[in-house]
């Protein structure tokens, strides 16, 4: 490495014991600069003219083949040496010793400190011009060369965050080795922190001023001090140096300032080359001219200026070679991801400068090789670099063996975990499809169409963009007329609606074309919104489309003008954006306005055609929800208007599937705005069609009524009547109809005789069901009286026993929609009805009786926890309706969840529904979950209860069906022990304020595995002793002082025992060992090294880990420890003894017991490595709170304890406390290549 050396010392320089003995000063290479490429990064700098002929013996063999330069043929040519070079001693860069948490200290003379440098403070500040800054710092350095040049050195040195200052004794004395062992030894390791991280406003601009201030140096000193040799080389020397070190600050800031200089380097270099090509040309012209034309004397001076240009080219070509091998070959493959992120940036940036010397193999394999990396950030700049290559058009044929090398991995990228990844590798590939015809395959292409059905909107609409490129604008002729608009002719639009029918319904990847409108939508919008074409296509009478072609087109109108209207994606794709521009609502009004315009005069006629097909009237139906409606009366559109009711009524009469139902009803709703002009229009429509409804429904009741029998045809009639009215009554008040009183008839009969379809009961139900909401908020009103009142409570509690007989039909489908009417009714009917200041409802106020709440209960049992079944891929149809049912089964325990949290229900019945947590978590973990975390917040003590009610009915059902012989080990018992973790995980980490609750549990679950005894004269233990076994799974959230009073409470309840045998039954050995002290490290490995293989770590504070919700540790494996977190690093220097992670098992391997290696203050307390996993706190007999329990006595007395239980929480918090982890330093010293961190063998596959 080359020395600083002022230049005072140079008259001294040969007979310096440190210029003697450096064992580089004697290897110097005659060309301008040799590099070597081992691991030092040593650097040979230019000498001067007497060390011009020494020669280095093994430098040009240690440049590695693979990783050759493009200069090197340059650099062996015999050029014109520079007087103005200073002699420069070498010597290799010393690696940092390894240390440890401690920072030596050495050099303790006095050393005479440089002047004060503002440099850093005003890179910092960053208020004034870069360009007068360096300006101010060249005079400097023109004046007093040793000392500016020191400045600029310590700038890089503070800009390290390095505290330390390189003198002038140290520059006159000491080699670039010293020097950094002597900085590595000051740097300041407290804190992680340097400039280029370092949070806060101040350092939030200051890469961005570092940069340009090295962009900006080198940029003022291009036609001066670049070609000196003794600044450049020596600055680039030292960034070598420390971008070599193990301290990450020297690293990470050394790496960036040299890769900065290279980019500046480069382009110098390309200017220059520019310069030496004009000059080559005036050369040639000048040249060619006759005898009397030329002048010798230009002649001269351009043959002077190309030799000038030629050298400055080769010293500029020498610097690039020494920071591309010195630096840019070893850290791209650093440890620290941002490192390695710089390097492939730069580089990326040199191939666009300089795309003459940079763009070829030898280069792009760097980037290549990237790709694999396992960082974000760096696939990321490898992404963006190729995107600027791959972006020009002229510099495709020089990729081509990098592309046929890399396409695979490329083309793997649209599939990365990283959103971002993905999309630059989608557009990437988008660039290759445009530039590079038939690069990519049809096979290439075809595993990355599923993508454009993706959940992330930027994916999906990068993947569109390929899409469009790639199958429909080759086909789609396009003319440009002016500047500004594009138009397609209607025979192109055709094209491309045709083509994107076939590539949705030929793929069959999706069912729902809204999402591939959307992933179209930026690129192809304009297309999409030409809805002239569209309904064209759809309204030709000869058109040659078939059924799915039309229903899919149906659905791309809609789909089109839904996103033109709302102007965001559909549900379930996911978009980072808050909100819209101005400049995009104004788009989306006028869109609105259009389509609105275009549309009013053609639904109807698309009604007409389609009136017959269900699937492709719904979706019409739907466009009235985009329409801006006042534009019936402002354009005066009312003779559409008109026709588009009568259309309407058609089509609900027509129907009977309630898509069609629901979305004709809805319709009808939007256009009975009362606001509106032409709303008595509608309103008279409206009436005139439930009037027609209203006296077919009362024909063909009476006909029902009054007869035994109906054929097929009554019935479907009947019934599709009562769905029309139905869904009309859904969105629309018809109670001036009285649809009750014949419904409630109809209903009456069905319960009674049972000879009424079920066809019929279904709708039925749903009819009297809205009828009592309708009525409901018809008297919500302050004035309603008392009469009203009671009249809808008789018909609601009417209606609940009709319901309440409907839950023992034979009929599935009658069941459960009697559950879910009966349901809602008692949640809205519920005590919660008075809320608000609506005492006046309080009459309405219906809580169900006994009998009722069992046979909901009972119905919960036999309809939704049934065995649960795995589901398959999702794609048959059988699939889709074990989905459906899941569905629909999951509706049905929300319901029954909802009546429980708001008093409807008794809190008890949460038992037949926790029991059954841990069986069907994976159908309704969810919902169980929910509703147990809403109980506890009720209450507390009650929620414990109920799950302690769980395990006791679970256990009675067990013990009656087996039999109390070998009951804890059969299946069902085990699935037992795992339920009963799973409730002791759901109290969470806040272990003090459970305490109370925990103990409780305790004490109940004795009594209830002591309450029947064996018979008289038997020796066998008593029957439900084994649920000791299950309590034990609770004892992990006791503290120490609660597991002694309850081992008390146990032994007192033995005693009364007589049956007791002399040593003690299994199960209460189990429980004894679960509520036992833990032991001791140094008691239970004399050695007082951790039994624990795994690596000791600290984990967070206290106070952080009893602030992890519940919900969080739930979501923990029940049966695993806590896995060690993935360490980005090679090798991790441990400076100090962490806390050590265990796994102790308890009670035959039931219980997780984690402990560290030694107490704090009596008590072990687990540490995780990660804040994802929770922590319990465990207490030992530490000896200051042994010694406290000693001198507590323990009383069996109930109030006794619970004062000893006062006084132990006490103790805990006053010992918890003290006990929260220290702070430790982070460690910035690390391995500065990782090796494994490029999948792909490097090796050379330069063309040639």
């Known amino acids: 490495m080359a020395t600083l050396r002022s230049s005072s010392s140079q008259s001294h320089s040969s007979s310096s014991p440190s210029s003697g003995s450096s064992p580089l000063r004697r290897a110097v290479g005659t060309g301008p600069r040799s590099m070597s490429a081992s691991s030092s990064s040593s650097v040979a700098v230019p000498c001067d003219d007497r060390d011009s002929d020494q020669t280095s013996e093994g430098d040009s063999e240690s440049l590695s083949a693979g990783e050759g330069s493009d200069f090197e043929d340059n650099l062996r040519r015999n050029v014109k040496k520079r007087a103005a070079k200073r002699p420069l001693k070498t010597s290799p860069v010393a690696k940092r010793p390894k240390k440890g948490s401690q920072m030596v200290r050495a050099h303790g003379q006095k050393e005479s400190e440089p002047p004060a440098s503002d440099l850093f403070d005003a890179v910092k500040a960053a208020k004034s011009d870069m360009q007068s800054l360096v300006d101010e710092w060249l005079d400097s350095y023109k004046q007093d060369q040793d000392a500016g040049f020191l400045e600029l050195i310590n700038f890089f040195i503070r800009s390290c965050g390095c505290k330390g200052t390189v003198t002038s004794e140290m520059f006159k004395k000491m080699s670039n080795s010293e020097i950094i062992q002597h900085l590595t030894e000051q740097f300041n390791e407290d804190s992680g922190d340097y400039p280029l991280i370092a949070p806060g406003p101040s350092w939030k601009k200051f890469q961005g001023s570092f940069c340009e201030f090295v962009r900006t140096l080198v940029y003022r000193c291009q036609y001066s001090l670049l070609y000196d040799g003794f600044p450049i080389d020596n600055l680039i020397s030292l960034l070598t140096g420390l971008s070599d070190s193990q301290v990450r600050a020297f690293r990470h800031t050394s790496t960036l300032a040299a890769m900065k200089l290279m980019t500046s380097l480069v382009r110098v270099a390309f200017q220059l080359s520019l310069h030496k090509d004009n000059n080559q040309r005036q050369y040639e012209t000048e ?19 190309h030799k000038e240009l030629k050298e400055h080219q080769e010293e500029i070509e020498g610097m690039m070679n020494a920071l591309f091998r010195g630096v840019f070959v070893h850290r791209y493959r650093d440890v620290l991801p941002e490192i390695r992120a710089i390097c492939i940036e730069e580089i990326g940036s040199w191939m666009q400068s300089y795309s ?47 592309t046929s090398r890399f396409k695979d991995r490329l083309v793997s990228m649209v599939m990365d975990r990283e959103y971002d990844v993905a999309v630059e590798a989608v557009r990437l590939l988008t660039l290759i499809l445009k530039n590079m015809e038939g690069m990519l395959t049809e096979a290439d292409c075809e595993s990355i169409y599923p993508v454009v059905y993706a959940s992330n909107r930027a994916l999906a609409s990068a993947v569109g963009e390929f899409l469009y490129w790639k199958l429909f604008c080759p086909e789609c002729e396009t003319r440009t007329v002016g500047e500004r608009e594009r138009r397609r002719s209607p025979r192109s639009q055709r094209t491309f609606f045709h083509l994107l029918l076939s590539f949705f319904v030929e793929s069959e990847l999706h069912y729902h074309a809204a999402y591939l409108v959307d992933s179209l939508w930026d690129c192809a919008g304009p297309q999409l919104k030409d809805w002239e074409s569209l309904t064209s296509l759809l309204l030709e009478k000869d058109q040659n489309l078939g059924d799915v072609q039309e229903s899919t087109l149906t659905e791309i109108l809609v789909s089109s003008v839904r996103q033109a209207s709302e102007g965001h994606p559909p549900v379930g794709r996911v978009t980072g954006r808050k909100g819209l521009t101005p400049k995009e609502r104004k788009i989306q009004a006028d869109d609105k306005v259009k389509l609105t315009e275009h549309l009013i005069p053609l639904l109807p ?43 309407l009524q058609e089509v609900v ?27 008595s229009r509608v309103d008279f429509a409206r009436s005139q069609l439930v009037d027609l409804l209203t006296d077919r429904f009362q024909q063909e009741l009476e006909e029902l009524l009054q007869s035994s029998f109906l054929d097929e045809d009554e019935v479907y009639s009947l019934a599709a009547t009562l769905k029309r009215l139905s869904a009309l009554y859904n969105a629309h008040d018809l109670t001036r109809w009285e649809l009750y009183e014949p419904c409630y008839r109809l209903l009456r009969k069905a319960v009674d005789t049972g000879e009424v379809p079920h066809q019929v009961i279904l709708p039925a139900l749903t009819l009297v069901y809205f009828s009592i909401l309708w009525t409901l908020t018809h008297v919500s009103g302050s004035g309603a009286s008392q009469k009203q009142l009671l009249n809808l409570k008789g018909r609601m509690v009417a209606f609940c026993e009709l319901c309440q007989n409907c839950l023992s039909d034979v009929d599935p489908e009658i069941q459960e929609q009697a559950f879910v009417l009966l349901s809602d009714l008692l949640l809205i009917f519920g005590p919660q009805m008075i809320v608000g200041g609506r005492e006046f409802l309080r009459p309405l106020v219906f809580i169900p009786e006994a009998t009722l709440q069992s046979e909901l209960a009972s119905f919960l049992m036999d309809h939704v926890f049934i065995q649960p079944g795995g589901l398959g891929s999702g794609h048959s149809q059988e699939d889709h309706l074990q989905i459906e049912q899941l569905h629909q089964r999951r509706r049905l325990l929300a319901g029954f969840c909802k009546l429980l949290l708001y008093g409807v229900l008794e809190m008890d019945a949460a038992s037949d529904v926790f029991k059954h947590y841990n069986k069907f978590y994976n159908d309704y973990g969810d919902i169980i979950k929910e509703t147990l975390t809403r109980a506890r917040q009720i209450d507390r003590s009650h929620c414990s209860r109920i799950l302690l009610l769980s395990l006791k009915q679970l256990y009675t059902e067990l013990l009656q069906e087996q039999g109390p012989q070998g009951l804890n080990e059969l299946p069902a018992f085990i699935e037992m022990r795992d339920l009963a973790r799973r409730f002791a995980l759901s109290f969470g980490p806040q272990q003090l304020q459970n305490r109370d609750l925990v103990v409780m ?23 439900n002793l084994a649920f000791l076994e299950l309590l034990s799974e609770f004892s992990p959230r006791l503290f120490h002082q609660d597991k002694q009073l309850l081992l008390s409470y146990l032994e007192k309840c033995l005693q009364r025992v007589s049956q007791a045998p002399g040593r003690p039954w299994g199960p209460v050995t189990t429980y004894c060992q679960s509520l036992s002290p833990v032991e001791s490290t140094a008691e239970a490995n004399p050695q007082g090294y951790p039994r624990s293989k795994k690596r000791r770590i600290e984990g967070p504070s206290r106070r952080h880990r009893e602030d992890i919700s519940a919900s969080q540790e739930e979501s923990l494996q029940l049966n695993s420890i806590p896995p060690t977190p993935t360490l980005t690093s090679t090798a991790v220097k441990s400076r100090q003894p962490l806390g050590g992670l265990e796994e102790m098992e308890e009670g035959g391997g039931s219980e997780l017991a984690f402990t560290q290696g030694q107490p704090l203050l009596g008590a072990q307390r687990l540490r995780s490595s990660s804040p994802q996993h929770f922590q319990t706190p465990l207490n030992s007999l530490g000896p200051g709170l042994g010694s406290r329990l000693t001198r507590l006595s323990l009383m069996e007395e109930d109030v006794e304890e619970l004062e000893i239980q006062n006084d132990s929480s006490e103790e805990w918090q006053g010992t918890g406390k003290q006990s929260s982890p220290s702070e430790h330093g982070l460690d910035l010293l690390d391995f500065t290549e990782l090796n494994t961190e490029v999948s792909v063998p490097k090796t050379d596959w330069k063309a040639g």
């Open 653 to 679: 009469v027509k129907h009977a599937e309630p898509a069609v139902l629901e979305a004709g009803a809805h319709a009808l709703y939007l256009l009975c705005n009362p606001e509106f002009t032409f709303f």
């Open 356 to 402: 003459t010397s940079f763009l070829t193999d030898s280069y792009l394999k760097y980037i290549g090789w990237t790709l694999h990396d396992k960082h974000r950030d760096v696939r990321l700049k490898c992404l963006k670099a190729l995107k600027g290559l791959y972006g020009n058009r002229d510099w495709t044929a020089r990729l081509e063996l990098f």
């Open 605 to 647: 006629q698309l009604l007409a055609k389609f009136s017959a097909d269900a699937e492709k009237v719904a979706p019409l139906l739907q466009l009235l929800s985009y329409f801006d409606l006042n534009i019936y009366c402002t354009r005066r559109l009312e003779k559409h208007l008109e026709l588009l009711l009568q259309q």
């Open 287 to 305: 040249r060619n001219k006759g005898p009397g034309q030329r002048a010798p004397e230009r002649l001269e001076s351009l043959l002077e200026k």
């Open 1001 to 1023: 549990l305790h004490k109940e679950g004795i009594r209830f595995s002591l309450s029947e005894l064996p018979p008289a004269g038997s020796s066998s233990q008593p029957p």
